[in-house]
């Protein structure tokens, strides 16, 4: 979906190999779930992060691509990997600051 006047990517397991995975470049990945409370609030603004870098973002519901929850989540949400040429390089799970925590990649 177009997040300020970008395309911030729905990731899916049939399209998250295609789209972050095989990709070249930097890609910052939410995974989410609509129980958490926490990725309902939204404090982590990926739109925001994505408009201040120019860095690729998407995000992927867990509670829909259930292969992406058992390869990318082992505690708690939101849960944010960032791909460089689509290898995980960094994760982090909670409130932060994302140009901050995954500055250093851009």
């Given amino acids: 979906f177009m997040s ?3 395309i911030m990517f ?3 397991d049939e399209n998250f190999q295609r789209e972050v995975a095989e990709s070249k470049g930097n890609c910052l990945v ?3 779930a609509s129980w958490c ?3 309902r609030k939204g404090l982590n603004d990926l739109s925001e992060f994505e408009r201040q870098t120019g860095c690729r973002t998407g995000k992927a519901d867990l509670q829909k691509n259930t292969k992406l929850l058992n390869e990318f989540i082992s505690n708690g949400l939101p849960h944010y990997v960032f791909f460089c040429d689509g290898k995980p390089v960094k994760r982090f799970t909670g409130i932060t600051d994302l140009a901050v925590q ?3 990649f851009l």
């Fill in 102 to 104: 995954f500055g250093e």
């Fill in 37 to 39: 409370s926490l990725c």
């Fill in 4 to 6: 300020g006047g970008r």
């Fill in 30 to 32: 939410e995974f989410y």
């Fill in 10 to 12: 729905i990731l899916t």
